[in-house]
Every structure is written in C-alpha cells, then in structure tokens.
C-alpha cells in the first residue's frame, strides 16, 4: 500500500464522490440544536435547494440513511404485501432494487435486458399494455445504472407510460444521476425520486431521500407495508422538524454548503461541464480501444452514454481488479470495480460531482500510466485525445 | 438572535452534544473507497471498539441511521406481526418507542409508572410472574430517560425477569448512557443494546447501533415483520461491508477517532468524570430550589439521578421556554427544553461526553445569570455549592 | 498533565487568544498565488479593514512577524544611530522596547513610574518642556501593558506632548489593546501604531502591522538605521503586493475573517463587551480579596485598570506558578504568569478577543475552584459576585 | 475568472506550494501558551527534525518571517557596515539577495553569469584567488533560482572555496531546494543555510529559518550590523522560547506534522519522487519544443535542471502572461510566472513538495490544453511522454 506516499489521493470512483473543500469546511463546526431556530432555517432552505435541483414543487422526505434507504422509504410507503411492480433491468442496481421489493414481500417483476443496452420504451409500452388488469402497481427504473455506465431516458420511459395509459407509480432512482445530468421530477412525471447524498451532491453519505408527488402521497395513505421510520405521514406530522429522530444536523451543514455551490454554478453549466468531462472520458477509451485493443466502453448504446460514470471491460486475458490495485497501490488512483457478475471484467471511472478538467486529464493521464504498468494493452494516444476533445468546445 | 455574538456557544442540550476538535478534524477529510484495504481497517476498529463500550462479545450490527432507526431495526429484526411487547414507562422516550412498536403491528403493553419515580423492579418481576403463558416476547426499557434525567436500574430489572423465570427478550435503549455512565451488556443479559452516535460517542448524529446477543440472533430467524435495510441477515452476508447501500466512511472517521479518545481516557475514568460533574450540577439545582424557591430536580428517585442529563421543573409561574429563550439568546448558552407534556414546564442541562469542569462551572453560571435576567426566583450561592463539590473529592 | 483529559481547553492567557472557529476554518484551505487577483482582493480587504480598526486613513505597512518586528520596524524607520528617544515606563514591555531600541544603538531616557500605577501626564509634561532643544525624537507608550494590566490613557499623554509644544514623534504599542479597547490612531495624533495578529485580533501569531502618520513617514526617509526587510519605502515601492518576500497568504485568509467578525459585531458593540467582561472579572478578584485576603488587583489605579488583561498579585506566602500548574493540570485552565520580577507573584487572566459571558464565567469560577484546591486564601462569593456584576447591566 | 469553477485548483507555482491535507489539520485548532510544556515540545521536535532535515548538528534559529527575513538575518548577525561579500549570478534571487545586502550597507560584489547557466566553479576558485587580502567575507549562493529552475552546484562551489584556500563565510539560500533534493549544510561545509516554510517543507508562508556553523556563529559575536529582532545570541538566551516576541504556535504546529510525513516518506525517496516528477516535467517539454516550436527548457546547463521548478521560455510573439491567464481562468491551473526581465517571456511550473504522479500529469496535460486554447504552437505528445518517463523506471 503507498498511504504513506505524498500527494492527493484521486478519487475517480463513482460514489462516493470528491467532497469540496467548502463543504468540509461547512461541516468542520461545532453542532447545534437541531430544534433551533438557527438550524431549522438551515433545515428549511436545505429543503428549498434540494427540491429545485429535483425539478419539483411537490413532495420532499429526506431520512438519515443512505440512498437503499430511500429506495426502502418508496416502497414501505407506497404498497402493500403482494403487489406487483415492474422493474427495468439495467444492471446491479435494478438487480439489488428488485431483491429488496421481494424481501418486503412485494411481487417484483423484471423486464429484462442486455445491461450493455438496457429496456427499450417500446418493450416497455408492450408491456404495460398487456397489463390489462392493471395489477402491476409501478414502474421503476434506475435513471443511471451506476455499475454499467448507461443512463436510462427516464422521459421517453414516461412516454411509454403514458402510450400504454397505465396507471402506474413510476419510480425513478436519481442517486448517480442528479446534479449531473439532466432530470425533471413533475416534467417527467415522476411520482418518487430517489436521491443520495455522496454523489452529485458532493457531501458525504448518511443522507437520502424522496421527491413525492401529489400521487404518490395519497397512494401511500392506503398502503399497508408496516412502518415508521420511513413513514411520510408521520414525517410530516412532525414539521418542522420533519425528521424521526435527531436531525443529523452536520449532514445538513455540508448539504447546504453544497446546494450554495450548484446554485453559483448553475445547474445547466453543471450538465455541460459534466458532458464536456464525460465525453473526453469517452474519447481516451475509444483511442484506447480502437488504437491498440485496450479497454472497451461496456456500454454499447450510443445514446445512454452516461455523462457521470464510463465502465470499461477489460481485454480478455486482464483481472480488472489487478489492474485497479496497481492504480491505487502505485498511483494513488482510486477507480471503481465491477460489481456482480461485472467484478475482475469491469472497472468504472467515476466523473461525477466535484470535478474539472485537470483533475480529470490526470486521472486518464495515470490511467494510462497504469495500464502501462500493468502491460494491458492498449492504443497510445487516449490522453491526447482527451485533451483534444476538450480544446475543441 | 446572539447570532453575531462573539464566543463560542455553550451547548448543553442532552444530544446532540458537544463534539470534541479530535473528532471533528478526523472528520475534515477526503473521502475514502468503502470497500478499499483502508477503510475496511477502520471499520473493523470501529466495530470492535464499539463492542468494548457495550461490554459485549456477541452481534453488533451499525446502521446509517438516527437512534430511532435502531429502536426500529430491534423490533422488525426480532418480531412477528401482533406479537406482544412489554415497556417500562418512564418518560417521552418509552413512549415514543412504544408508538414505533404500535406502528409497526405490535401489540405493546406499557407498565406505568410515574414518570418522577419510574418502574420499581417488584412490579416487572409481578407483571411477568403474572404472565404464565409467556405471551410478553419482550421487555423494553430506556436506560437513561433523557426527557426527565432519570436512569433506569438495567441490572435489577434483569434481576426481576430472571426472578420471574420469563423468557423475554431484553431490549434496552442505552441511547443517552453509553458512554456516560455503566451499562455492561453482557454481564446483564440484554439481548438488544440500542444506541446512536450523537450523545456518550461525542460524533455527529447519523450513525446508529444494535448490540445483538446470539438469542435475540436466533430469534430473529423466525421473525415475520418484513425488512431489508435493518436486516440483520443481510448485513452479516455482506460483511466486510455489513451495510445495505454505502458505507458512510465519514461518520466511521468520526467514530474511530472517538473510540481512541474513549480508551485514552477508559471507560471507567470517564464515569467518575460524569458522576462528578453530574454532583456538582446538582449541588447548585439544589441551592437554588432548596434557597430560594427555583427550579426543582424533576427525578424523586435519589438512586435514579442520571449522570448524563438533569431536567429541572421550573416554578410556578415561570415558563421554561421564556427562560431558554433568555439563555441562548442572551448568552449564547444552549439548554434543551421538556418534551411533550413537560414542554414549558422543565428545561433541562446536559452534561454528557465532551465535558469538563470549567464548561460546566460556566454553563452552571449562565443558568444562575440567565434566571436573574429572567426574574426566575432562585437561590443564591448554586455555584458556589458546585464549585465545593467539585473541590471536595 | 491533564493532556488526555476531555473537554476544551479554557485559554485565558493574555495572548495568543482564543482562535474563532470561524477563522480557524477560513485558514484550512488550500493556498493562493500571492500574486493572484483572488488574492490581492483578499489583501487590499485587509489593509483597508486593519485601518479602520486603527481608526487612520494614513498609512499601514504589514510584516510577517511577531509584534516585536513592528517594534523593530517602527525603531529602524525613524531613527539614526544615537538618536534619543523618551519611553514611558509601566513595566516589563516598555523595559523590553527599551532594551531593543538601545541594542539598535539608540539613546533611551525611560520616564521612571511605579508598575502598579504608570506615568502621570504631568510628568511627561514636565519632561518634555526641559527638553528646549528637542533632542528627544519620539515618545514611546505601550497603550496596554500586557504584563500588569495597566491601561496608559494616550490621548491624555498626547495633550501633554501638545502642552510642552514638542515636536516628538509619538509611537504606541496598541498589541494588547486594539481591537479591545478605545484606540484612535489619528484623532490622537499617534505617529506609528503597533499592532499585532494574536491578541483583540483573533488571528494566530505571525502578522505585525505599523499604523503610519504622514509625518513619521516623511521622518523615514531621513533616518539612518540600515534597513530592508521593514523598510516603508521598499513597502511602498512592491506595491501592490507590499511585502518584502512571498506574502503570508494563509494569515491574511484569517485576518479577512476577523476583520468581517470585527465588522459584523462592531468595534463600540466590542469595546462594551470588553468593559463588561473585565468589570465582572474585577468584582470577582475584589470579593476574593476583600472578603478573605485573596490575590489582589496589581494595578492600584483605579482609571488605568485594562479591560482586557486583569493582574492579581498571590498573598504573601504562596506561589502563582503552583497555583497556575494546578490550574492548568487539574482543570485545563490555561492562565497567565508573571513576567520578570513579577514571576511566581502575579498570575495574570486574559480576557481579551473571543469571548462571552459563559466562558468568562467558566474561566473565573474555574480560578475560584483552583484556588481551593491550591489552599490559597480567597473570600467566597467572587464568582457570585462577577454574575451580579453581569446582571446589573 | 473562473472563481465559482468547480473543482479543486491545481497549484503549481514554485512557492508556496500545496499544503497537505494532514498539515492544514494539523494548525486547525485551538492555540496552546507558547511558554507551556505541551508547545514547548513540540517546539523542540520541531528544531531536531528540521536540523535533520538540513544535514546538521549546528544550530538553528527559526523567525517568525518570511525567507527575506531569514536572507536578512544572516546578514545582519554576522557582517559589519562596509564589509564585502561575494555573490555568484544565477537570476532573480541572487540579484534581489544582493540588493538586500547593499541597503544594509555592505559592499556588495557580483560574480557574473549567464541566467540560462550559472556560475563555474573555476571561476569562483580563480576570484578567491585573486582576493589576496581576503577582503572578501563570504561567499553568497542561491541553491535553486526559482525565478529560472537553475540548480546551482553547492558541494561543487565548496570545493572551489577550499581550492583557494579562501577563508571566507558561505552562505546558501536553500529556499527551494531544502525537502526538494539533496542538500547537506555540515558535509558541504555550508555556514549559514537560510530556509523557508512554503516550498519543500509544504506548510504556509510565515516561518524562515537559518542553519548556522559555528564558525558563523563566533563571526557573529564580532559583527557590528545593529539588530535585535533577528539577533542570534538574544535568541540563545531566550531559551527553551528561543524567539524574539511571541511564538507562532500554529506555523509549529504544521512545521511538526510536515516533518512527521518527512521522515515517514524519508528523505532519500521524496529525493527520488521530486527528480521523477521533475523528468517527466522535462519530457514533456522537450516534445512540446522539439515536435512543434513550443516552449522551451530556460536552464541550458544540463546538470543544472532543477528538481524542484521547470522554467520554460514561451515561443517568440507569445506571451507568457496570457497563457498563464488562460490556464488559471479557463482551467484553474495556478502557474508561476517570469520574474524581473523574464516576466512575460517565461513561465515556471513548481513541481516541489506534496504531489504525485496524477498530479503533476493532470497539470502538464493542463499546460497542453492551454497551450491548444491560447494557440501557442507545441509538439504533439508531450504528455504521452511524461507518462512513458513515469513508466520507465
């Protein structure tokens, strides 16, 4: 292990994420009484922020947990013992969603998909129309398949929806998505969105939560999962501190340090700066790939690129996960890895959150260097190219 | 508002509390990968440093959560829809747990007490005498009352169910006494141990626990109450990583640190510091009730007096949240306030965790000087009375 | 030691003093080009902020130093080889100015007082109009003699420098003083001003400072000391940047934050505070002393006693350096001692910078308990006493 | 200005230089009594390691200062008004040293050389020589030119010194060397070493520092220069304080957790990491002005490059201050630029102290992209070959 070698550790995994400074500094401070009046001001803008970068003017519950907490708050609220949800497989995390709704008892169906692709709207729009009876209760959908690099278009599945005409929930987790690409709660007419805190958000984990529409808050008065912690109604009996428990207040400093941030950049200079970082990404693996039959993108539809994590698939005959100790132990370089049935295949390039574009040419600089290392072959040129793809805007 | 007021603020609500620089600063860092070599080292510590404040050598199990998610996970982990559960009443905190288990489709019956006094041993011991058939699953009791400042005898109550030869699983809330004063959980056959971060562990609120012994592990095999989040199963197949979702590493750098703080100064040491402090808080509530008519120690049980938190009743006439209002907006001084019923009624100071004489000796001046300014009667010399206390030892 | 002892340090020496928190975290930051636009905003904030704390709108040169460099600075700026100066005594700073300006090879006639009650105006009178041929090029005063809490009224000594129709130069040492007490750089029509980062400033040592007149400027470009590193000329000349080598960039982030502080709270809103506090601390040492022979104030004159440090002489018989390792050791109780010949007699308390009611309380019933656990004579009832003192307001 | 860019700055200016994170950690907290026996160990840490670190078992005297201040002191503790002193050219430094010395009235002679290549040590040897009477005093040379990446020959120049036979002093700005490469005051024979805090030693600007032999220390006893700030043998009985003022206890408390993670890293490998890095940096250039007419290496004394600092000459009709403007507001890259009659023409990257191999390569693949934005002509691949120098070892 180099942790006594100097320098900044980069942190290129895709959650969680490079906490800024300010939002370090934000949290570094002695605590307060989470029923003050200074905190609740705190508290109530914290609120305000997060539903603005959610798209919304509906709902909002935020828990002390991580984001399968949140994914947890949706499905306690909403349903009953033996209903039936649709899930769109997209890979580990529509996986992981799908046991956990089994767990709590609810009747989980996949529509399955290649996780190099991932669920066409028209599959999706069949389906629902076949439900004649309308048992199945929701959609969900994971908007970015953190494992895979593949973005799902949460609008056009929202189409499907509304072609099929089918009553359903539609579920939508934004933990890898928001504050990095592109979403809109009420546009899209999400009735719950997923969020967490160590990833666009830039603050560190413990802290989840729910956009809630109108819909979906009245669905919940009739479902029958038991429930407390996670319960909206109960959540809301208790403003304004809205919270079962203490308030992590710290948690809440560093999120509206945070919110203070993407305000000053502005969301839509956020999206581009993630698309300008993501596509110079995409263009070192291609040049990487193509060039010398290095690395390949995992995702294989051009239009799900992800703007916030690229996964790539070894070259047959190389461990990603060797790959990634020399990267790390040599370099100082934390990557990500392949999760599943994707572990010693795959690793992931997180560049999401905190980031730019010396920090990012660095990370694909070492990533090169450590392919070098570790005699993966690979074209010559990907950083060249990168850089290339940035001076061209 | 004193908010521009210079100098720090003195916060003496039971929780959260105050926390110490160390911690803070161990928590002024990057990230880290959750599941790298690294990190992992710093969990298994903290894990193993946990199980030594609790005095066990069974089942620890952390959640990214508020002490009430650990309340939760104790009841869905160990029960099955309807079952019985019987709480010992004494104060705002049993109730609350109480209406979680009613939530969640227990069936709880509450043992009375009055909530100055608490239950006395000999009733729980008749109670489950009384209870042939063994239909109560569980005891539940609240360690330390943080409402009232009244400490529950663990130990005797353990006494009595032995003496009434009742099966019962023994749930205990050690929220507000771990780390304050003794609580040892396998000496005195608890099978949950519930606690949180934010009070006795001096870190932020967001972490939480359940201490596990291997009965309340067995019976929570059969257990029918649906959970994935809380699921003790799940974490333990998921070790090392025993978490659903990202592990939140900032809070375990908190939590690490604290622990070194705790064995620097041991366990024992730190509970002679609050006795000590607790005493000396007491000398001066009883000069000025006993002096001059002022605020009232709200526990009548002398052998109950916690050593983490004392609540003070005020006297006729005066209203507790006029008085707090002056405390902290005058002088910068944090007091908490009574909790349901006792709203208005008690105010109440905390003097648990990061805490030695000289802050307590001012927060006790404030509180003299704060009842000047708010006409509040009260004896005079409190703390000169605190100050003799702390001398005579 | 009480090293691994818990709980905050109680720092009440006369400086450095208390760090707030909030400039502690506006110097934990990555560093700046000094030479940046980011940064030269950041510092020109700070010349004109620091200048308004002097009350001047002449000049203000700044060293990366102790308050000794501007000392120093102030001496080889002004002066030739020889050259006469008259310093006011009033104890161990004046003594040690005197000696540096002596081993700078200057001539220095001290105005002999009694340390406990200081120079009187009419003395400097009568001096000055002795001095027909004006060999005496300046007149030196420390405005607040740290060592005895002796405040020196300087505009009093200013209208007798103006009674003996003296064309001398007139430097005072404000480091102990500005940003505690009154001080009005031109409406006194004080030549140089020398100030110092950790004591009403709130900032770590390392930043000295000269508030500068016209005509002290227009005397440094005769004097003959050699001179570079403090030279004003070779300060004015690096314009912008104004500094001779890199500029510590990290002492000015956290000069910028104190000065916002200084600003949000207001000087005459600090000057108050600072009055009420030091009364209180004064009524404390009064009923230690009056009602049982205990440490009493050095400074017998009653319009000279500082509002910023507080002097107590131990009774006869006992030690202040034991007393304050007691108090340092037992109690985490940082206090200060006696300088010179006062070692072992005096202990000195430090109530200066970032401060409020409950730390102050803290510190003096902190000093009240030490007493008794150092068998020290004291009267009861002092900190009783500060409280009233705080109430009657 | 790209202020509210997201993302951390690269900072690669040669001074001051990145903090790490453990440094700024460390000097955030609370201050302590610079006379109480918790600083004064670590005071004392703090003198041994950085002794250690400049190779001697001599003495040290450490100013609260800039390295300006610590040029000073040595001048002025150990030469009289009118003595001559012998300065070898390199660039900036050296010239700015000189001037210092004239205005504090020594006579001041210069060994002159070319910028890009420095001083023989023949011709140093040839002019003791010719110095019969010896007027010459000392012998002044800067280590590294900061202001060019010029490493100057120190073992070399002594022995020329003692080829001569020449009796004089020698002194060595080790400002941008010390922590960098190799320097070893006792074996090389050096008298005085002057240091600083903000380069190799990676904590702010505000501490300097001299080594100092014995022969320099009886010159001083004779030395006339007035002084008393910077005075040596008052520092010597100043002792354990050993400073004139207050001690800065924080720029201690960095000094001492900096020279922790020196000695962890050791001396030898930060040796080896600074001439890899500063290779690579080489590399790069070297295509950037070989492949395309770009930039090129300053320094043309290929023994001479420095380890620490890579000055590079812009292409004529391009100017520097452009392209720095365009890498720090476009891409928030910090680079230093040419002083005196380099300014415009050169511009430097700082490759000393905290950095790695991402790092440097996200700076230099940075420096591409803006040379591409700001249509500066270079060679392509030069960051493929500092990734192949990174790889060849």
Redesign the interface.
Known sequence: ?N?????????F?P???????RV??A????????????FLEIHSACHEGLKRVLKTRQHLFV???????AW?AGL?NLFS?GERLLILESGYFSEDWA??AR???LDVEVLKADWRVGVAPADLEQRLVADKGHAIRAVLVVHNETATGLANPVAEFRHAIDRAGHPALYLVDTISSLGCFDFRMDEWGVDVAVG?S?KGLMI???LSFSGVSEKALAASRTAK?????W?WE?MQARAPQR?????????FFGLAESLR?IE??GLDA?FR?HARLARATREAARVWHANGSGPELFCRAPQRLSDSVTALIMPEGHDAETFRRTA?NR????L??GLGPLLGRVFRIGHM??????????????V??AL??SNVPHG??G??A???A??NR
């Open positions: 292990m942790r006594n070698g100097r320098g900044r550790q980069f942190f995994n959650g969680p994420t490079n906490i800024p400074d370090l500094r949290m570094d401070r002695a605590t307060l009484d989470f029923l003050s009046e200074e828990y002390a947990a991580t984001g399968h907490g947890e306690v013992p046991l956990m767990r709590l008892g967490g160590q560190p984990t413990g999962l038991p429930r407390h912690y319960d109960m919270f079962c428990g203490t308030t992590p207040v710290h948690l941030m000053e950049e956020i700066r790390i370099f100082n370089l934390s990500g890895g959150g905190e980031l730019n574009e010396p920090m990012l040419l660095g990370a694909l600089a070492t090169e260097l070098k290392e010559p040129g950083v060249e990168a850089i290339a940035l001076a």
